[in-house]
């Protein structure tokens, strides 16, 4: 193993994203990864969603488990229990995502692993956490998205509460999950992390709570729009390609304005009083972009250094000059997929291989556990 968590050792007993996520994000730095899954069917994640047209695996699993030694196990026989525990002897991190008290059904719970190791860190991924009353309720991100506020706050006005497109919860939760993981083990003391979807979505809904019980107030649906920033969202030219701009503190957006031709107007020139006419420049962006083509509007507010992007699709981003030289598209093993989550100058992480097949490395770690 190479990168600066070469010596960390994982097993990986997690199912379908956010539990996975998070321990993808510690194999691409160097972490000896052992996913563990279930015999003759594994993980659900290999027959989800979209398809790799060469082989019929699970894109999604390939990106996922990519980087990861695996083995197929079933905790309810004596023999595979007695593997996963010699595993948990040398291990430092455990990643599961069972509804809680699973593994303690299995007689495998934390009471029992940190008797046998008392270092081992934990890191329970679930919809709602470990305690309180929601608890025992399936967990999925399209939950936690409806309960945290975030669907709440999405769409149009005048529209119904809106989800995200993508598997957002399960994504940031991996990442959470993968930070907390590290506190723990920074703190060198063997415990229990509890993670859930719900609250990881709760906190990036930042002082909006605050807002609500000092002030009763609420955050609108505004669409693309927030209610402290103007002008923000994207704008179709004339071409019908569409930008996104956002004017997120005074100096940008002064160029903005400026652009647009109206420097200097009092109406424009604090947030308080952009976001009193909200309407007025919000329309004003709107026909600036509908009466030009997008490679004009943005060549003009790139000038000014006014903040403003191309709305790309995955087609666009593909063949993008930016993403090619951040390498942020890596070829991993055969196949295309996203390339690590942050660059290192020091101690890099690296890409090995993608996601592999049901028990690949099953004879292996059956005689030589941890060892090569």
Known sequence: MVGPLKDLRVLDLSTVLAGPNCARYLADFGADVIKIEKPGVGD??????????????????????????????????????????????????LVENFRPGTLERLGVGPDILLQRNSKLVITRVTGFGQTGPYKDRPGFASIAESMSGL?????????????PPIALTDEVTGVVAAF????????????????????TMFQIMGPLIS????????????GSQLP???????????DSKWVGVSASSDTVAARVIEVLGFAGDERFSTFSSRVKHRDVLHELMTKYCASRDS?????????????????????????????????AIKIVGTTPMQGLIAALSGTPGELRWEGRDLNADGDEIRENLWGK
């Open 295 to 327: 490679t004009t509007v943005l060549k003009v507010f790139t000038e000014a250094q006014a903040a403003i992007g191309p709305v790309l699709s995955m087609a666009d981003i593909a063949d993008d000059p930016h993403f090619a030289a951040r390498q």
């Open 44 to 93: 659900s994640l290999r027959g989800m969603a979209w398809k790799d047209p060469r082989d019929g695996t699970g894109l999604w699993w390939k990106l996922v488990n990519r980087n990861k030694r695996n083995v197929s196990l079933d905790l309810k026989i004596e023999k595979d229990r007695e593997l996963f525990l010699k595993l948990i002897d040398d291990a430092d991190v």
């Open 228 to 238: 402290y920033t103007v002008p923000r969202g994207v704008y179709q030219c004339n």
């Open 211 to 222: 807002l609500f019980v000092l002030t009763g107030e609420e955050q609108p649906r505004l």
């Open 180 to 199: 907390a993981t590290m506190v723990a083990l920074h703190s060198k003391v063997g415990q229990v992390v509890d993670v859930n979807l719900l609250e």
């Open 151 to 163: 669907a709440a706050l999405s769409g149009e006005p005048d529209g119904p509460p809106m989800l």
